[in-house]
């Protein structure tokens, strides 16, 4: 038997700007102590992958440079070629709200992209879905088994007959009674309920299961002009249980009846509204999956479309880089505006934004949120802030906007549909079988040793980015094509392949009673 061949790696790392004085470790499962670099620099202790090496002597209070921006400063003295780990970093203050540059360095706009298009599904009021799906609202938490026990039936016994229909979906909730529902706060929820049923992917097929009790009427989520759109469990016409599911049933076969009509056609990609989230993000995120995401959101901008990036924590940190790309001062107010808010909303629960960054995240490399904010905020690419959106507002303007949202993976998703979005791009280091049911999801990892091992839950894989096997350029032309077949149903993501799908979660910053 002949000598196995040994094949060793060539150490890597990651410099991302001239200014940095840290750079991330590429290998996987990172490299030991004694590791030398083709530039010469030799590692005095393990690096895990993803984390920090110093690539310069830093001396004690010096800072630490990460995206050509500091992310902290040393709390003791570290030598080149050491792990720079959170617990050698002290965080700095967040920057200061009233004094940022505003509509200082505005983008200027790319040539148009023309020619795109996608299957959608056209709606009455001109939007456009990526999906035909029932949606069924409800006013409040107690109806959710029943409606839960109906849409099981009417999975089992209608859905078969209107084979045009994609789903049923049941828009459940933990709210409605038991809350302070004139508290101002209270607009957050109830704002969401209103414009979740308008989410395109719904076909404008309106109805809501309510008690008859509860603080939030049902009426409340029914929009003008739109007739008998109500099931009330507490109607005094109904003989049991039985009767009441048989209403719901009859309701939605009269919307099927309508949605299974609908007819994929050629929609130009201006059409389209897409969210970008992050979600178990590690020191990749910034680097691989967030550029290729940030390039693939220009190009989407450029064809015309709404593009939206959200989690107020996760860009509080770097918001001196947003105002300035707001398109006017109003833009930029309105970021500042959002912060602030946030801000405020952090300090009456006491706790402040770095309680965001989760052991996931340290465990792929990021040292706190400041770090984690700058490698969040690429996703936006680097087309004009066009737009901020209150939590739960509804979009209604192109170009790339600000939705408002806590980082929560769930709270964003659901706040993101309110806004109209009818596909999310969703990045991950850590890995995460997020899904959305009435909205496909496309799963981006940062690092490929992920995208192999999770191959039926990961959807496209960035880390060939930091291999070198791609650009950012090309790995971000490769998503926009796959944003495109999602849209028009020719390739399925793998979270609805398996049909795992996350609950809606609603914001509620007003007081329960």
């Known amino acids: 038997m002949g000598k196995r061949e040994v094949v060793t790696e060539t150490p890597r790392y990651i410099k991302l700007n001239a200014r940095d004085n840290v750079a991330i470790v590429v290998n996987d499962f990172g490299l030991p102590a004694g590791t030398r670099f083709p530039c010469g620099l030799t590692l005095r202790a393990f690096v895990p992958q993803g984390h920090k ?8 209070g010096a800072p630490i440079i990460r995206y050509g921006e500091v992310i902290g400063t040393a709390l003791s003295p570290i030598r080149a070629g050491e792990w720079v780990d959170e617990a050698r970093i002290r965080m700095p203050e967040a920057p200061p709200l009233d004094r940022l540059e505003i509509a200082t360095a505005v983008p200027a706009a790319l040539p148009p992209l023309e020619g795109y298009t996608f299957e959608g599904y056209r709606n009455p009021d001109g939007s456009v879905g990526t999906k035909n799906i029932l ?3 409800t006013s409040v938490q107690c109806v959710k088994g029943t409606l839960d026990y109906a849409v099981k039936k009417i999975r089992s016994e209608l859905l078969p007959k209107y084979p045009n229909v994609d789903d049923v979906v049941p828009l459940t909730h933990a709210y409605g009674c038991g809350v302070a529902i004139t ?3 209270a607009v957050v929820p109830i704002r969401t309920l209103q414009n979740l049923a308008l989410n395109p992917n719904f076909g404008g097929e309106i109805l809501v299961v309510g008690l008859g009790c509860e603080k939030l009427a049902p009426e409340r989520l029914v929009p003008e002009g739109i007739g008998d759109a ?10 049991g249980f039985g009767a009441i599911v048989d209403a719901v049933m009859t309701q939605a076969e009269a919307r099927l009846k309508i949605l299974n009509q609908r007819k994929r056609e050629t929609c130009p990609a201006s059409d389209l509204v897409i969210g970008l989230q992050c979600g178990g993000s590690d020191a990749f995120s910034g680097v691989t999956a967030n550029p290729a995401v940030g390039f693939a959101a220009d190009l989407l901008v450029r064809a015309g479309a709404t593009v939206m990036f959200s989690e107020v924590t996760e860009v509080r940190d770097a918001i001196q880089l947003l105002t300035r790309r707001a398109v006017n001062e109003d833009v930029g107010r309105a970021l500042v505006r959002e912060m602030a808010w946030y801000d405020a909303y952090l300090a009456r629960g006491g706790a402040d934004r770095s ?17 984690k904010s700058l490698g969040s905020i ?35 998703g659901t706040l993101q549909l309110a ?9 991950t280091g850590r890995g995460t079988p997020y899904g959305l049911a009435a909205a496909p999801v496309i799963k981006v990892a940062t690092r490929s040793e992920l995208a192999r091992r999770w191959k039926d839950l990961i959807d496209f894989d960035a880390g060939r980015i930091a291999t070198g096997e791609m650009t950012i350029e090309e790995t971000g032309w490769e998503l ?13 993501p793998w979270s609805d392949r398996w049909g795992i799908h996350n609950d809606l979660t609603l914001f509620n910053p007003a007081p329960v009673t």
């Open 378 to 412: 690429v996703k936006s690419g680097s087309s004009p802030i066009a737009g901020v959106l209150a939590p739960g507002e509804k979009a209604r303007q192109k170009g790339m906007l600000f939705a408002a949202t806590p980082a929560s993976d769930f709270i964003c």
């Open 230 to 239: 109500i099931v009330r469990m507490q109607d005094e016409a109904f003989d």
């Open 135 to 137: 949606g069924i609202s």
């Open 355 to 371: 309680a965001n960054t989760t052991p996931g995240n340290k465990k792929g490399g990021l040292a706190n949120i400041v770090e």
């Open 183 to 185: 508290a101002p706060d």
């Open 480 to 492: 926009f094509r796959l944003i495109l077949d999602v849209a028009s149903g020719r390739t399925k």
């Open 419 to 427: 806004s109209g979005m009818t596909l999310q791009v969703f990045t």
């Open 53 to 60: 090496t110093a690539l310069v002597d830093i001396d004690d």
